[in-house]
T-cell receptor, first 112, second 112 residues
Framework: QKEVEQNSGPLSVPEGAIASLNCTYS??????FFWYRQYSGKSPELIMS????GDKEDGRFTAQLNKASQYVSLLIRDSQPSDSATYLC????????????FGKGTRLHILP | EPEVTQTPSHQVTQMGQEVILRCVPI?????FYWYRQILGQKVEFLVS????????KSEIFDDQFSVERPDGSNFTLKIRSTKLEDSAMYFC??????????FGPGTRLTVT
């Protein structure tokens, strides 16, 4: 069983619409959850972190966490062409918070 | 805004040669990491380093790999005898606490 699973995409969303990215994880003791954005050929860029159940909003981004369902999502409102990238879901375990486990990422394409 | 820097941006080496990848973490960060990403694959954890010692390493981080913090600013990854399968992007990351890791731009290692 893969530790962090994401749909590889591509996910195509019209400009101005809401993009919804999903992720599931297998380890129930996972404690910290992150979304990174990675442009082609570039390094991962941290855009959101979430640690407790519920929603966390930061500008156009909202992260949602449901530990009972082992599910984390990222919503991007008012999608812009510059949001076109691969979005990496990442988790750490409570006992080893320094090791991030990444999913393979979802490619997002915003259609102008 | 402070950022992690890495040198060189691209390193070409022959199989069996030693390489040293260099990183300058964000200055007030205490936790340091190396990750790698083989082309088209997910980002993989290699090693974490805190208080001048390795705190965790993955199964990838075998005896051919070593890390060092030779002074107050640099953090290096050494691969003693490179193999073809070591070709990848190598990312250094740092964090103030053991989460929310910030990545450098990466070094592309090509082993021929």
């Amino acid at each position: 069983q893969k530790e962090v699973e994401q749909n590889s995409g591509p996910l195509s969303v019209p400009e101005g619409a809401i993009a919804s990215l999903n992720c599931t994880y297998s380890d129930r003791v996972s404690q910290s959850f992150f979304w990174y954005r990675q442009y082609s050929g570039k390094s991962p860029e941290l855009i959101m972190s979430i640690y407790s159940n519920g929603d966390k909003e930061d500008g156009r981004f909202t992260a949602q966490l449901n530990k009972a369902s082992q599910y984390v999502s990222l919503l991007i409102r008012d999608s812009q062409p510059s949001d076109s990238a691969t979005y990496l879901c990442a988790v750490t375990r409570a006992d080893r918070d320094d090791k991030i486990i990444f999913g393979k990422g979802t490619r997002l394409h915003i259609l102008p | 805004e402070p950022e992690v820097t890495q040198t060189p941006s691209h390193q070409v080496t022959q199989m069996g040669q030693e390489v040293i990848l260099r990183c300058v973490p964000i200055s007030n960060h205490l936790y340091f990491y190396w990750y790698r990403q083989i082309l088209g694959q997910k980002v993989e954890f290699l090693v974490s380093f805190y208080n001048n010692e390795i705190s965790e390493k993955s199964e990838i981080f075998d005896d051919q790999f070593s890390v060092e913090r030779p002074d107050g600013s640099n953090f290096t990854l050494k691969i003693r005898s490179t193999k073809l399968e070591d070709s990848a992007m190598y990312f250094c990351a740092s964090s103030k606490f053991p989460y929310e890791q910030y990545f450098g731009p990466g070094t592309r290692l090509t082993v021929t």
